[in-house]
């Protein structure tokens, strides 16, 4: 399985003892070959995420702890680690999970504008609310 779909590609991996599979046999044998024998019972999956490494069943059964829950969640990690992902797949499981999924870039909100927009504001609150606006949170 590769990223590529040219026939030279498919010849060429099957050249070396690459061999056709179903997709089923290759999660078994995924999960076999990831298969921590010191892992906990908990959870082991979330919608739409990969992972089976001590911190992702750490994810999800923090996720799955809290979903079932009002709580408010702060996903933290570097840029690139899926901290999205997360976010839509626990809001999947919450009791919000029938509503929209908004997503709010706080990099590109100037900071002095930052709480405006994600909370709203009322005319006249600040220089140039000229009108009521809801925000997003």
Known sequence: ???YSDVDTVVEAMRVGAEPTQLPELRVLI???????????GPQELAGVIGNSSVMREVYRMAHKVTPT???MLIRGESGTGKEVIAR???????FGDKPFV????????????EFSLFGHERGEFTNA?????GVG
Do not use: F, Q
């Not at 999960?31 to 019972?41: E, I």
């Not at 000229?130 to 809801?134: A, G, I, S």
């Open 1 to 3: 399985m590769n990223c």
């Open 31 to 41: 999960d076999h070959l990831l298969d921590d024998p010191g892992s906990d019972s």
């Open 70 to 72: 009002k709580a408010t």
């Open 89 to 95: 797949a626990t809001l999947l499981l919450s009791p």
């Open 103 to 114: 997503t709010v870039d706080c990099t590109t909100i100037p900071d002095n504008l930052l």
């Open 130 to 134: 000229k009108d009521n606006e809801e």
